[in-house]
């Protein structure tokens, strides 16, 4: 059958219709709202090419915990960036750090919004790489221990879930081992399975203040032209134990999103990470696109792809938006 027995616009004719037939739908329960932590007190400094993004000290991440959760949205990822850093990151594991002290701050202040922490060395390294160096080279196994520490101070401090970002090999297993060693059997792991050596990430390397003091991760995160490599990657990290599985970033990389979807039963997690985010807010603010429209079509279309959670640094604008 075809025209003009079939016309496709029929079902188009107004805004009920188009709700009855809608396939996609996003919506509060499928965001996770990334924050950055920094040391002192009433600090909310704005990052430059993140507009509407903070970093906050402990006390105002326990205001946005507060408010974020007002709005219905169930979680928030933390990142910690330290006042002082070192060869091995001490300050990662550190039981008074600048991330446990955020988390245990969001805790009481929202006890039912999800915590979740980021878990890497490079906020942490003076070097600003993920692990630890053996001459110029990130050092796998030495790692391993440091990262399963980290995950295991977060867990300590009270975070609900842990998400290791830093693409070692076996780190899932390491963290799983540790919590599991510890009491936080039930503490799930969100691996960032497949991350890409992105040019997205610019604007977070400058809020976390993590941009490598000399080379690249291209030794450790993904080749971008990587497909079947990201499924690999994302089997390994489900065989180690993850919970969740990550593809980050989210819109260059929706490919690997809905490959994972079609072979992996596990919820999906997409990072639409902070240059994807500057990419829209500069756009907007030039009065060249509606933001807030391409937002929200951004990441439908990566819920579309098989996102079932979606970290995006516009989760409150979203959320507010949204029908109640
Ligand atoms: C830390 C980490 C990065 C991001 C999340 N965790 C940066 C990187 O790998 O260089 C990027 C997030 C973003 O760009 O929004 N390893």
């Not at 975070?159 to 842990?162: E, G, Q």
């Not at 780190?171 to 997205?200: E, H, M, N, Q, T």
């Not at 499924?231 to 490959?259: F, I, Q, S, T």
């Not at 807010?281 to 603010?285: F, L, R």
């Given at each position: 059958?075809?025209?003009?027995?079939?016309?496709?616009?029929?079902?188009?004719?107004?805004?009920?219709?188009?709700?009855?037939?809608?396939?996609?739908?996003?919506?509060?329960?499928?965001?996770?709202?990334?924050?950055?932590?920094?040391?002192?007190?009433?600090?909310?400094?704005?990052?430059?090419?993140?507009?509407?993004?903070?970093?906050?000290?402990?006390?105002?991440?326990?205001?946005?915990?507060?408010?974020?959760?007002?709005?219905?949205?169930?979680?928030?990822?933390?990142?910690?960036?330290?006042?002082?850093k070192?060869?091995?990151?001490?300050?990662?594991?550190?039981?008074?750090?600048?991330?446990?002290?955020?988390?245990?701050?969001?805790?009481?202040?929202?006890?039912?919004?999800?915590?979740?922490?980021?878990?890497?060395?490079?906020?942490?390294?003076?070097?600003?790489?993920?692990?630890?160096?053996?001459?110029?080279?990130?050092?796998?196994d030495?790692?391993?221990?440091?990262?399963?520490?980290?995950?295991?101070?977060?867990?300590?401090?009270g975070?609900?879930?842990?998400a290791?970002?830093?693409?070692?090999?076996?780190?899932?297993?390491?963290?799983?081992?540790?919590?599991?060693?510890?009491?936080?059997?039930?503490?799930?792991?969100?691996?960032?399975?497949?991350?890409?050596?992105?040019?997205?990430?610019?604007?977070?390397?400058?809020?976390?203040?993590?941009?490598?003091?000399?080379?690249?991760?291209?030794?450790?995160?993904?080749?971008?032209?990587?497909?079947?490599?990201?499924?690999?990657?994302?089997?390994?990290?489900?065989?180690?134990?993850?919970?969740?599985?990550?593809?980050?970033?989210?819109?260059?990389?929706?490919?690997?999103?809905?490959?994972?979807?079609?072979?992996?039963?596990?919820?999906?997690?997409?990072?639409?990470?902070?240059?994807e985010?500057?990419?829209l807010?500069?756009?907007?603010?030039r009065?060249?696109?509606?933001?807030?429209?391409?937002?929200?079509?951004?990441?439908?279309?990566?819920?579309?792809?098989?996102?079932?959670?979606?970290?995006?640094?516009?989760?409150?604008?979203?959320?507010?938006?949204?029908?109640?």
């Open positions: 059958m075809s025209f003009p027995i079939v016309r496709m616009r029929r079902l188009r004719r107004s805004e009920p219709l188009r709700r009855l037939v809608r396939e996609t739908h996003l919506r509060r329960d499928d965001l996770v709202l990334p924050l950055f932590a920094v040391e002192g007190r009433g600090v909310r400094e704005p990052v430059a090419s993140m507009p509407g993004v903070c970093r906050l000290s402990a006390d105002q991440i326990a205001e946005e915990a507060k408010a974020v959760a007002d709005l219905g949205i169930p979680a928030v990822i933390l990142f910690g960036i330290p006042a002082a070192d060869a091995r990151g001490s300050g990662a594991d550190d039981p008074d750090g600048v991330v446990q002290r955020a988390v245990a701050a969001a805790k009481r202040a929202a006890p039912e919004l999800v915590v979740m922490t980021d878990v890497c060395l490079c906020e942490y390294t003076d070097h600003g790489h993920c692990g630890l160096l053996d001459g110029d080279e990130v050092a796998n030495p790692s391993l221990a440091r990262l399963a520490a980290t995950a295991l101070s977060h867990a300590r401090a975070a609900d879930v842990v290791p970002s830093d693409m070692m090999d076996g780190r899932v297993a390491a963290i799983r081992a540790a919590l599991d060693g510890a009491g936080f059997a039930s503490v799930p792991i969100v691996a960032y399975a497949a991350k890409f050596a992105s040019a997205f990430y610019g604007p977070f390397r400058e809020a976390a203040e993590s941009t490598p003091a000399f080379g690249d991760r291209r030794g450790y995160q993904m080749d971008p032209p990587n497909q079947r490599e990201a499924l690999r990657e994302m089997a390994l990290d489900l065989a180690e134990g993850a919970d969740v599985l990550m593809v980050k970033p989210a819109l260059p990389y929706l490919d690997v999103l809905a490959e994972a979807k079609r072979r992996f039963d596990v919820p999906l997690a997409a990072y639409h990470v902070s240059g985010y500057a990419m807010m500069a756009a907007a603010e009065g060249w696109i509606d933001g807030p429209r391409a937002m929200a079509e951004t990441l439908l279309s990566i819920k579309r792809a098989g996102a079932d959670l979606i970290l995006t640094y516009a989760a409150k604008d979203v959320a507010a938006r949204l029908p109640a």
